[in-house]
């Protein structure tokens, strides 16, 4: 059964710091990797997807790397905001399955 | 997102009744999922749809069940509601499925259901 963690639970940082969020998985057989943000009591938006296939996408301020050999995944977020404020999810999928991790909740401060 | 919502988005109900949650979508995507999130479990699959009168279960569905007769209409049905129920509901979509595929999964707002 596929699990994903990421680490850390939660981070705050000072406004304008580079930061890094962490994702692994277990099972390296996935079609994809996507990155998620939530906001408090608010849906799902993507961020970026990657393909199994593929080894890192950009987005403005946003990088996502897919190791998949190792099962890691890295979201890099360059120049924090207070706006980029929120829950980051990564998820898995395979099969007909997304699997998620539980989150990051990060904090940046003015 | 425009393309897909969720009704209704808040709502209260007994336990022992039955509750329909609607999720629908204008974007003509074959897949649909319907996930629920809790508190130390994340995002967990119910059900999923593959085609109009094609769905599967996942992760969770006991207690749950999933009806489309259309394309753009994906239904999640509790029979009988119960406390464990109580969660946020997210339905998602995604154009295609499989190895290589470049569409993700595009997510609604959720529906929030207490089961009191």
């Known amino acids: 059964k596929q699990e994903v963690t990421q680490i850390p639970a939660a981070l705050s940082v000072p406004e304008g710091e580079n930061l890094v969020l962490n994702c692994s998985f277990t099972?390296?057989?996935?079609?994809?990797l996507q990155w998620f943000r939530q906001d408090p009591g608010k849906g799902l938006t993507s961020l970026l997807l990657i393909q199994s296939s593929q080894r890192e996408q950009t987005s403005g301020r946003l990088n996502a790397s897919l190791d998949k050999s190792s099962g890691r995944s890295t979201l890099y977020i360059a120049a924090s905001q207070p706006g980029d404020s929120a829950t980051y999810l990564c998820?898995?999928?395979?099969?007909?399955?997304?699997?998620f991790g539980a989150g990051t909740r990060l904090t940046v401060k003015p | 997102d425009a393309g897909i919502t969720q009704s209704p988005r808040h709502k209260v109900t007994e336990t022992g009744t039955p509750v329909t949650l609607r999720c629908h979508q204008t974007?003509?995507?074959?897949?649909m999922y319907w996930y629920r999130q809790d508190p130390g479990h994340g995002l967990r699959l119910i059900h999923y749809?593959?085609?109009?009168?094609?769905?599967d279960k996942g992760e969770v569905s006991d207690g749950y069940s999933v009806s489309r007769s259309k394309t753009e209409d994906f239904l999640l049905t509790l029979e009988s509601a119960t406390s464990s129920q109580t969660s946020v509901y997210f339905c998602?979509?995604?154009?295609?499925?499989?190895?290589?595929?470049?569409?993700?999964?595009?997510f609604g707002s959720g529906t929030r259901l207490t089961v009191v």
């Open positions: 998820a898995v999928t395979q099969d007909n399955d997304m699997r």
């Open positions: 974007e003509n995507h074959r897949y």
């Open positions: 749809s593959y085609g109009v009168k094609d769905t």
């Open positions: 099972d390296s057989a996935i079609y994809n």
């Open positions: 998602a979509i995604s154009e295609s499925q499989g190895r290589g595929t470049a569409y993700g999964y595009t």
